[in-house]
């Protein structure tokens, strides 16, 4: 039987973290993906621009417990989100955002919130970003961050990757600067 903390670190949040969200449904896009070890436990992050129409009112940072319970849900979310199977620039493959103006935009972000690495959620052709329907449940602050019953299967695309992402997770972070005294 879990013990109530590990219910409680294992339930998915949400935070506003920019602009001026009212609460209600909008549609998101993932800007960054990256995963992190939190608690003890795998987390995958997502950094999201909220739409409101065709204008961006906010940023959501989202996190989901990855777990062997939550990996179908978490890949899922990924996927539904546009997430080609790639981690840029650490894959180094010359896909998008390089060659396009996208890339600086990448790399401010990436800078701006201390990551070396993002999954990719490339636009897709010719249209604009994937994006998913959420409901933001606070302006400010955290709140939970339902998953929706997962549909589909242990054939889904890229569960290699996430799983091989999970255990090599430090490609996300910055290198630590030498520390001579040390």
Known sequence: MKKRNDIKKSIPKAYVTGGNVPKGI??????????????????????????????SVGALTIALPLTAETESKVLERLL???????????????????GTPDKEQAIGLLQR???????????????SFPTITVYVAKKKG??????????KTEDMPHRNRLRELMLGW?????PKPFDETA
Do not use: C
Request: cysteine-free.
């Open 26 to 55: 909008h549609q998101i896009f993932a800007a960054l993906g990256w995963i992190e070890h939190r608690k003890g436990m795998a987390t995958v992050g997502i950094q999201a621009i909220i739409m409101q129409g065709a204008r």
């Open 113 to 127: 919130v201390g990551l070396a690495s993002t999954m990719t959620f490339a636009p897709i052709e010719g249209k």
């Open 170 to 174: 430090s490609i996300f972070q910055p």
């Open 80 to 98: 539904d989100l546009g997430w080609d199977g790639r981690v840029w620039p650490y894959d180094n493959d010359g896909k998008w955002p390089e």
């Open 142 to 151: 955290e709140f939970p961050f339902p998953f929706e019953p997962s549909v």
